[in-house]
């Protein structure tokens, strides 16, 4: 479910939204486990913690970037 929260916010495929979690996990300390709790969170209410929400729209425009460069 927390995938599908990241493709549709990112407009990113599946295996780049699971690279997503684990990176946000990674940069903030925070349990992949909890990471997606607090993703489905954020799609369900709109206000996740405010350090996993900043990371995940890091990782998102880092992608898009790097999609835009390449294109």
Do not use: F, Y
């Not at 909890?34 to 954020?42: D, H, K, S």
């Not at 970037?65 to 294109?71: H, R, T």
């Amino acid at each position: 479910m927390s995938i599908g929260v990241v493709i549709a916010v990112g407009h990113v495929s599946a295996d780049e939204s699971w690279d997503i979690l684990r990176e946000v996990s990674r940069n903030t300390n925070v349990k992949v486990r909890r990471v997606a709790e607090l993703v489905i969170e954020w799609g369900r209410i709109g206000s996740p913690c405010a350090d996993v929400r900043h990371e995940l729209e890091r990782q998102i425009a880092q992608r898009a970037q790097v999609k835009s460069a390449s294109a």
